[in-house]
């Protein structure tokens, strides 16, 4: 994928956007219309083809355990935030 050579050409670390890992895991249901990864290195947008893809820069512990069930996890309470990330969420995934 085009992400993955920017990120290896650029040395930076690429996470899926909380988003799209909540919505995966099933705490939400809200996606982003367009590809948009989260990145160690600066924001930035391109156009490849027809496609927008969009880079927003994150904390580093945020973005380089993304490969990890734990990370992902952690992408979904941050997509959350702190007041909808509560005991409830385990309860809302099981009755999806």
């Known amino acids: 994928m085009v992400s993955r050579a920017i990120a290896r050409v650029s040395g930076t ?6 988003a799209k890992v ?3 895991l099933g ?6 219309t ?3 990864f989260y990145t ?3 924001a930035r947008s391109l156009k490849v ?5 969009h880079f927003e820069h994150a904390p580093e512990p945020l973005v380089r355990n993304a490969d990890s069930a ?5 992408l979904a309470l941050h997509c959350l ?16």
């Open 13 to 18: 670390c690429l996470a899926p956007h909380s």
């Open 40 to 42: 160690t290195g600066r």
């Open 81 to 96: 935030g702190r007041q909808h990330a509560t005991t409830d969420v385990p309860r809302a995934r099981e009755a999806a």
């Open 34 to 36: 367009e590809a948009v």
């Open 27 to 32: 705490v939400s249901t809200q996606a982003p």
């Open 49 to 53: 083809g027809n496609t927008h893809v």
């Open 22 to 24: 909540a919505r995966r």
């Open 70 to 74: 734990a990370g992902l996890a952690l």
